[in-house]
């Protein structure tokens, strides 16, 4: 089978930055970026057997299994604009996930995954997360510091603060990420890992990782190409 295409997974915490590195990518590279929280609305909105099962887990307050999660995922990487590779934002989150990413890449087309890890410390994940605020109208969120205006730029409604970016509930989350995120880690570490310093500036993080995958800035290049198993890439 000729492999063609990567997953370029993309692991952090809360607020490092992953979404922002994902669009950016998306663009020099010329693939899509998905998430597993757009995938799981993108199923509950087409109401598929797939979907109905998510919305009734979601409309309960439960969790959704580890199990519906990848067939969701699978069946989005088997889509056509996939076919070249894509970024992954949010899978896998177990060590379960990533070992039914490995088996399942294992007999399609992609080549092994790549993995870059956005570290950063956590106070300065907390102050981040402080200053960011939600439009309750379309949803997008800001950073507001030094005196910025505290009103969407896009339909001029009051931003507001989410619950969870509360420092408290910040620290938290943290806490379930590093304890759920360690063992993720390990399995990737000697093969297509890659730490990252994300509390360097964006423009920065994003040459840093084009050049891990072989790629100038702006163009998608030949990225698919085998990586070395591990690189340090902090400043």
């Known amino acids: 089978m000729q492999r063609q295409g990567h997953i370029i997974i993309l692991l952090g915490p809360p ?36 979907g109905l099962q998510v919305k009734s887990l979601l409309d309960a307050g439960q969790l959704v299994k580890d199990e519906l999660i990848q067939e969701v995922v699978a069946l989005r990487l088997m889509q056509p604009d996939c076919a070249q590779g894509c ?45 960011r605020r939600q439009c309750p109208t379309c949803a997008r ?47 990737y570490q000697n093969r297509g890992y890659h730490k990252l310093d994300a509390s360097q500036p964006v423009e920065l993080i994003s040459q840093k990782v084009l050049r891990a995958l072989g790629a100038a800035a702006g163009s998608p290049g030949d990225f698919a190409r085998p990586l070395a198993a591990t690189h340090q890439l902090y400043a």
């Open 15 to 50: 607020g490092a930055g992953k979404g922002t590195q994902a669009d950016r990518l998306s663009s020099s590279l010329g693939i899509p970026s998905i998430s597993t929280g757009e995938m799981l609305r993108q199923e509950c909105r087409s109401n598929s057997a797939i």
């Open 87 to 131: 970024i992954v934002d949010g899978f896998p989150r177990t060590a379960a996930q990533a070992r039914f990413l490995d088996k399942f890449l294992a007999g399609s087309a992609f080549c092994p995954p790549i993995v870059f890890d956005l570290a950063i410390e956590p106070e300065i994940l907390i102050h981040r997360l402080s200053s």
């Open 141 to 187: 969120t800001f950073q507001v510091v030094n005196g910025a205006s505290n009103r969407c730029p896009h339909d001029e409604a009051e931003l507001v603060v989410r619950s969870d970016d509360q420092p408290a509930a910040i620290r938290r989350r943290l806490e379930v990420y590093a304890e759920n995120t360690s063992e993720i880690v390990r399995f």
